[in-house]
Nanobody
Framework: QVQLVESGGGLVQPGGSLRLSCAAS????????MGWYRQAPGKERELVAS???????NYADSVKGRFTISRDNAKNTVYLQMNMLKSDDTAIYYC????????WGQGTQVTVSS
């Protein structure tokens, strides 16, 4: 059973924007903190943003001020609005529950290049 489906990635120039979406099953999404992760080639997966059920947010220093995480509890969907993208943002982006991660989805590729 697929419980996490990421979408919205693509190729963008430095300074550009993308909006990622993560559709989660209701049993996973409801009342859980959700997070966006990314993994660049040769690097460990890292948490870049999280949001609680009550929409309290937290961001890694590397993306603070540029990325915005949000959620629609009625639609079981979490979003990541990415602005002012840099080459260092290039990675595969995943969503999951930070406290009790489940099976990872396919992720969505974000490539920032001129």
């Amino acid at each position: 059973q697929v419980q996490l489906v990421e979408s919205g990635g693509g190729l963008v120039q430095p300074g550009g924007s993308l909006r990622l979406s993560c559709a989660a099953s209701r049993s996973i999404f409801s009342f859980n903190t959700m997070g966006w992760y990314r993994q660049a080639p040769g690097k460990e997966r890292e948490l870049v943003a999280s949001i609680t059920h009550n929409r309290i947010t937290n961001y890694a220093d590397s993306v603070k001020g540029r990325f915005t995480i949000s959620r629609d509890n009625a639609k079981n969907t979490v979003y990541l609005q990415m602005n002012m993208l840099k080459s260092d943002d290039t990675a595969i982006y995943y969503c999951n529950t930070p406290r009790y991660p489940i099976t990872w989805g396919q992720g969505t590729q974000v490539t920032v290049s001129s």
